[in-house]
């Protein structure tokens, strides 16, 4: 697949913008834009995020919960890295963070625990492949706002799938 078909597919499966993909492979709108336009060739580590994004969606998943309306709620069938480590301010796709569709700082722990707390909620296993840090997520679990009945749900997978879950009194964030 060349490049312009790469970030084609990408952004239309992953449901981002150009300025939202821009900002999430940590370059400009400009140089996507001239990726996009063939311009410029794609970075090597921009390709490979992509191929690791789009991945990520036809990743093996489990069902572990019944939730709102009797939707099964579904979680990644195994360990998992995240894809997506934003490292300069960045948005979730809108069939995620559908209501604020804020601005999100990239250090910022109430922004993490937001940002897990999101894709848990309204997210699919994908989106929190692509968005959520296990490893963090289990260390700030009693952070992270996340809907009781999910909660619950998401606990006993973490801990099936080997995740120490910190598990002090829950404190909002």
């Not at 970075?43 to 995020?49: D, F, H, Q, S, V």
């Not at 998401?154 to 801990?159: K, P, S, T, V």
């Amino acid at each position: 697949m060349n490049d312009n078909g790469l970030l084609v597919e990408a952004a239309e499966r992953l449901h981002l913008s150009q300025t939202d993909l821009a900002s999430v492979l940590g370059v400009t709108q400009a140089a996507l834009s001239a990726w996009k336009t063939g311009k410029r060739q794609l970075n090597n580590a921009a390709a490979e995020l992509l191929r690791r994004a789009l991945e990520a969606l036809d990743a093996p998943r489990v069902v572990i919960g019944t939730g709102w309306k009797d939707q099964q709620v579904s979680a990644p069938a195994e360990r998992w890295t995240p894809v997506f480590r934003p490292t300069r301010p960045y948005r979730l796709p809108v069939h995620i963070d559908w209501s604020a569709r804020r601005v999100r700082q990239p250090y910022d722990d109430a922004d993490t625990a937001s940002l897990y707390a999101t894709a848990i909620n309204n997210g699919s296993a994908a989106d929190v492949r692509l968005w959520v840090d296990p490893e963090l997520l289990a260390e700030y679990w009693s952070d992270i706002p996340i809907d009781p009945p999910l909660r619950a749900m998401w606990a006993e997978h973490l801990r099936s799938l080997g995740y120490k879950l910190n598990e002090r009194e829950h404190a909002a964030v």
